[in-house]
């Protein structure tokens, strides 16, 4: 009895072998993972877009502007005009009404400027003067403080550029009102030039 349970045994583990054996050489092949999700749209079927060029350096600056009037002060100062007197002009009134004074006149310089660099304020930078060649007698904007012209250099001048900006004068009757002298007080140059009177 023994030995036939025995031999039971031994031929249910050699079918159970043969049964293991059988399906070893049959394993199914797990399927192949799926492509991971991403949140990415599918691509396009166009063909790519090139990217636009890298951007070039910047353009440079504009050079200075090239001088538009006759007079100029030494390009090498911190502040730098090109500038021209135009013309002289008698008044009877300032832009407020004001008379000259017994024994004066007013008169009206107009002036033309195109700052080239620095900071604008002509009227600072510069001074302006009637002058007598025969005496060399000079006679500047500030002994006419009290006189104010409708384009007065005093706030024109602050402008990058103006024209027929009025310098006004209180100057002694029968004074030659051709006669300007201009100094640039940054550097001393100065211009000495005749007008026309208008």
């Known amino acids: 009895m023994d030995t036939t349970l025995r031999l039971r045994r031994l031929g249910l583990v050699g079918a159970a072998a043969i049964a293991i ?9 797990a399927p192949a993972p799926s492509a991971p999700q991403t949140s990415e749209p599918p691509a396009s ?3 790519p877009v ?3 060029p890298p951007a070039s350096d910047p353009p440079a600056s504009d050079p200075p502007a090239e001088a538009a009037y006759e007079l100029q002060n030494d390009d090498a100062a911190a502040v730098v005009w090109s500038f021209e007197p135009v013309d002289a002009q008698r008044v009877d009134t300032d832009s407020i009404g004001n008379v000259a004074d017994p024994g004066q006149q007013l008169v ?4 033309d400027g195109q700052l080239l660099s620095g900071s604008p304020d002509f009227y600072y930078q510069f ?3 009637a002058y007598d060649p025969a005496t060399s007698q000079t006679i500047g904007l500030s002994s006419a403080s009290s006189f104010y012209a409708e384009d007065d250099l005093f706030t024109v001048g602050r402008q990058e550029s103006f024209t ?3 310098a006004i004068f209180q100057l002694p009757e029968g004074w030659d009102i051709s006669n300007w002298r201009i100094v640039c007080n ?13």
């Open 108 to 111: 009206i310089l107009h002036l």
């Open 127 to 129: 001074t302006v003067q």
């Open 50 to 52: 090139a990217s636009d």
């Open 45 to 47: 079927t166009q063909p």
């Open 21 to 29: 054996a059988t399906l070893a050489g049959c394993v199914i092949p």
């Open 164 to 166: 027929n900006a009025d």
């Open 186 to 198: 940054e550097t001393g140059e100065e211009w000495v030039v005749q007008v026309p009177v208008v």
